[in-house]
């Protein structure tokens, strides 16, 4: 097999599967533009041994949500011994897990927005009503309702009654068993990809969102035309940079490699606020990390290109 050839992996069975495929396919679109050869492949039980076959090229994961970014499949690829681009399986499975990567994040001098970890065994036997009055007392309204395990804001929704919360965490339920609530932190929401290309982790310009809704929902995200994007995003120097220095501190505090985005809120005082981390990003035509490549002047498919021979050496150091 050609020295050249990617495996670009994508599809999956989690309610992102066709997001992920979107993904896998511009990414090996433009890895083809550059001169690799690509097979795409999706999840199934002749996974490993196809890669087997193919002499364990390095992998590229475009799978979101469940497996692909909660380090199971990144655990399954580390054990057959097969190369691939991005974080490692403990740092993917800390970083998907908003109960835990919050909280290390704000433990690294970070802002975050306050949040509650509630798992829906403990929602159902303590009784909801006791529990929406607390985190009602507790976080105040508006508030923020979202699976702690789950990505594209599927599951998510701002809550701004009482009376709304019940619905609003078996919603969250519905892609879990554990819930995050988290105080509403209202401002400029933006992106900020990082790329380690070998020389240290390096902030792309932040993407400024401004979906129409006003919601940057699922629906907001993949959608054509229904949110604008800024890339870059107009925030002064000094608010860029900050929001630079809080996705690489994201990064790094999350022990993440070769790629991630952060999503962060600007809130009044010009405070970037993190909300999540995310180590396989988008790369569809609505997706923010491509755009922020493009307003950097990279192309995605050289970049990707980097990562893999990063990957590739990790793979005979191994």
């Not at 006791?130 to 998510?156: D, E, I, N, T, W």
């Not at 604008?228 to 996705?247: G, I, K, T």
């Amino acid at each position: 097999m050609s020295s050249d050839l990617v495996v670009v992996l994508a599809g999956g069975l989690s309610h992102e599967r066709e997001v992920s495929l979107r993904s896998g396919r511009r990414a090996a679109q433009a890895l083809r533009d550059v001169g690799h050869e690509v097979v795409e492949l999706d999840v199934s039980s002749s996974l490993l041994g196809r890669l087997e076959e193919l002499g364990k090229p390095v992998v590229v994961p475009m799978l979101h949500g469940g497996a692909g970014e909660d380090g199971a499949l990144r655990q399954a690829l580390e054990l057959a011994e097969v190369p691939f681009v991005g974080s490692g399986s403990k740092s993917a499975r800390v970083a998907f897990d908003k109960a835990i990567a919050t909280p290390r994040v704000a433990s690294a001098g970070w802002a975050t927005p306050a949040q509650v970890a509630l798992p829906d065994d403990m929602f159902r036997e303590l009784g909801a009503p006791a529990l929406v009055a607390a985190l009602a007392k507790h976080l105040g309204f508006p508030m923020m309702v979202k699976p702690a395990r789950s990505g594209s804001a599927l599951g998510c929704a701002k809550v701004e009654r009482i009376e709304d919360l019940p619905s609003a965490m078996v919603q969250a339920y519905a892609y879990g068993g554990v819930a995050v609530v988290e105080r509403f932190v209202t401002g400029i929401e933006v992106a900020v990809p990082v790329i380690d290309t070998g020389s240290g982790p390096m902030a792309l310009p932040a993407v400024e969102i401004r979906p129409d809704s006003g919601v940057y929902d699922y629906t907001a995200r993949y959608t054509a035309g229904a949110t604008r994007f800024l890339a870059p995003a107009e925030l002064s120097d000094d608010v860029a940079e900050r929001c630079a220095q809080l996705a690489i501190g994201a990064h790094q505090a999350l022990g993440l490699r070769d790629l991630s985005r952060t999503d962060l809120i600007v809130d009044a005082d010009g405070t970037p606020v993190f909300l999540e981390a995310n180590v396989a990003p988008g790369m569809t035509e609505t997706s923010t990390m491509p755009l922020s490549m493009e307003a950097a002047g990279m192309d995605l498919g050289h970049v990707l290109s980097s990562l893999i021979a990063l990957a590739r050496l990790r793979g005979a150091e191994a």
